[in-house]
């Protein structure tokens, strides 16, 4: 039996059976959490069930003790619980030497106005036992009784709670752990998970789930319901403890910040783009100390709103929001794989050996399509005769390192070569925003200079956006070696 205690405050109401039903609400609820707790721990934890009846509002905890609030309309319309919590406020407020120590994880059974909860309590981790349909508004309470798939987010929502508790007494006994953790947290090394819409929030939390289980540190906010200059601070000081942002976008904007005029999908994009630029647009930074973001937009977008729509295709089109971004719209099962990919693969580059430079030539970033790699080996050729390393576009691996090592490619040479032969122009169109994005991937050079290696047998296409002098011609037969020069004299400058 572990001495510190797990304290339980309902409304009394809450805990009322169904007329099919053995057990009220929060009967089971306890019940489940405990069983979760002996699998977990092995350990027995004490558990302490206090409803508006059994409260004095001059009590609190003797012991250290995990508190959890299960807040209903019931519960907000019995005033002892609010002198109950500001006893606890007042008690977390004197900070005394050996004094208990409190943490709490809120339960939300339904929804409430979050202007009646208080402040101290919006800061700690949030549980909400409902989903909310984002476009009837339509309230539904989520329980472990009903169809299969509300069961599974149940239960995975009972899970988190019952490792935080777990975690949360480890931390309190174990002053070494703790320093441990504040080690670890002054390492970049975290991933931050956004805020999302209301159509989303299951997605977002079994990704939060499957990333805890891998080990990885998350940090997340923990309440929008805040000051905007309070959460523009919170926002910024979890991001400078991460490597990378995730960003979830479906139909539904999320919740409006009224004092800012945005959306927290909004506000979060735009800061993690703030900081993606101050961190990666430093010179010299190195590829593994970048702040990488991936933005993931829901392929099932048919309900859009005309705002949603907007905030979508901006997020398409502005450099600013997508600079150090990867933007993705495919399956969610796939966007787990591909983040832990990404990290594995970032954290291996270092020691990858695909990035060999001789630094005594200047490089150049030959970039074809994988059909093409044979008909620029003469290109390569010619280069390497001049005197300059030539890097080809390189095909092997997952989707995550191939990304990755054309990422890598950019930040590192010296200038980029792009071969127009099979693909169609916005193969190329995008390309030649990869060069140009390639100052926010935390390249070090100012310039980079580009050109595209256009095939003589190919039409040309007067759409294509890039100057006259930046087109080389390539013939199969023989390789003019005047078309190469105003590329190469841009290249001996930079």
Not at 82 to 91: C, P
Not at 135 to 161: A, G, R
Not at 376 to 381: A, E, F, T, V, Y
Not at 447 to 475: H, Q, R
Request: net charge negative; proline share 3%.
């Amino acid at each position: 039996m572990v001495e510190s205690q797990v304290i339980v405050l309902y409304a009394n109401l809450d805990d009322k059976p169904g007329s099919d039903e053995s057990q009220g609400w929060v009967s089971m609820f306890l019940d489940n959490l405990q069983r979760l707790l002996i699998r977990l721990s092995g350990e027995e934890y004490t558990f302490i069930q206090l409803n508006e009846y059994d409260l004095e509002p001059d009590t609190f905890p003797i012991k250290s003790s995990i508190i959890i609030p299960i807040f209903s309309k019931n519960l907000l319309q019995a005033p002892i619980f609010t002198s109950y919590l500001s006893v606890l406020e007042g008690e977390l407020k004197k900070k005394k030497k050996g004094s208990p120590k409190f943490e709490f994880l809120s339960v939300f059974r339904n929804r409430v106005d979050m202007s009646e909860i208080p402040s101290y309590l919006k800061s700690n981790k949030l549980y909400k036992f409902f989903s909310v349909d984002s476009l009837t508004d339509y309230v539904n309470e989520i329980s472990f009784h009903d169809d299969p798939e509300k069961d599974h987010n149940y239960w995975m929502k009972l899970f988190d709670i019952a490792l935080d508790i777990k975690t949360g007494f480890e931390k309190m006994k174990s002053p070494l752990l703790k320093a441990k953790k504040l080690v670890s947290e002054m390492k970049p090394q975290g991933i931050y998970i956004a805020q999302t819409g209301l159509d989303q929030e299951i997605e977002r939390e079994n990704l939060v789930r499957e990333l805890l289980r891998n080990d990885f540190q998350i940090y997340q906010l923990d309440s929008a319901d805040q000051p905007y200059v309070d959460l523009e601070r919170d926002i910024n000081e979890k991001l400078s403890k991460c490597q990378l942002s995730v960003h979830l976008v479906g139909e539904d904007s999320g919740s409006l910040i009224k004092e800012h005029g945005q959306s927290i999908l909004e506000i979060e994009n735009q800061l993690a783009s703030e900081h993606s630029y101050q961190i990666n647009d430093h010179p010299g930074i190195k590829y593994v100390d970048r702040f990488d973001r991936v933005i993931w937009i829901s392929p099932d977008s048919d309900n859009l709103s005309v705002k949603q729509r907007i905030f979508i295709e901006n997020i398409k089109k502005d450099l600013t929001l997508i600079q150090n971004a990867e933007i993705l719209e495919f399956p969610i099962e796939t966007l787990k794989n591909f983040i832990l990919n990404k990290i594995s693969s970032r954290n291996t580059t270092s020691s990858s050996g695909l990035w060999q430079v001789n630094e005594k030539k200047k490089s150049i970033y030959l970039i074809c399509d994988k059909s093409e790699r044979k008909q620029c080996k003469p290109i390569g050729s010619f280069l390497e005769g001049e005197g300059y390393k030539v890097i080809f576009s390189n095909f092997d691996g997952e989707l995550v390192q191939i990304r990755d090592s054309h990422a890598r490619n950019l930040q590192e040479c010296d200038g980029t070569l792009i071969f127009y032969g099979n693909n169609n122009k916005n193969w190329v169109k995008s390309k030649l925003f990869d060069s140009v994005k390639a100052l926010g991937l935390g390249r070090d050079k100012v310039k980079n200079p580009t050109a595209v290696i256009v095939d003589s047998d190919k039409k040309m296409d007067l759409d294509l956006y890039f100057e006259k002098e930046g087109l080389i011609l390539f013939d199969n037969d023989s390789i003019d070696k005047d078309s190469f020069k105003p590329f190469l004299n841009q290249l001996e400058e930079s």
